[in-house]
């Protein structure tokens, strides 16, 4: 078979799958790679990993210096190898120690006062966070920085 045969048989091979509904892809799929698909693939997904392995089989997969670099280059990145990257830290504007923040809310002033260690102080309790005082205040679940006057209400600051 020459390759303009060989590229038209592929070409068919990926319309006809293309053409098929989920179920044909699944077993489709098990034909080709010797496993079941995963579950959590969409129909979209099955058609393209299924495209590559068609024209891998017919045409050769990667070169052997290929697939020695990408496996170089997995066995460095943390999330390849399931290792979890810690996260990073939040940006937060650290408030001086003794700065006053004040809001009205329903009538009632309430006055919270940044602390030292990063915390805040709102009748008389600790608190972690902003957020947490700003629930403790509207009994809702709140972005304290937006409450308190601190952070934009518009997603261009992000």
């Known amino acids: 078979m020459n390759t303009r045969q060989s590229q038209q048989t592929v070409l068919q091979t990926l319309a006809r799958i293309e053409r098929m509904d989920v179920n044909e892809l699944r077993d489709q799929w098990r034909t080709l790679f010797g496993a079941e698909p995963p579950a959590s693939y969409a129909k979209a997904q099955l058609i393209r990993r299924m495209a590559w392995r068609v024209q891998e089989v017919r045409f050769g997969g990667l070169s052997d210096r290929a697939q020695q670099r990408l496996d170089m280059i997995a066995d460095r990145d943390e999330l390849a190898n399931g290792r979890k990257r810690p996260p990073k830290p939040r940006k937060r504007a650290a408030l001086a120690a003794g700065t006053r923040l004040v809001r009205q809310w329903r009538g009632v002033e309430h ?48």
């Open 111 to 158: 006055v919270v006062t940044a602390l030292a260690d990063g915390g805040f102080e709102w009748d008389s309790r600790r608190y972690r966070t902003l957020s947490a005082v700003a629930k403790a205040i509207t009994g809702q679940h709140v972005s304290g920085p937006r409450f308190f006057g601190l952070a934009s209400t518009t997603k261009e600051n992000e």
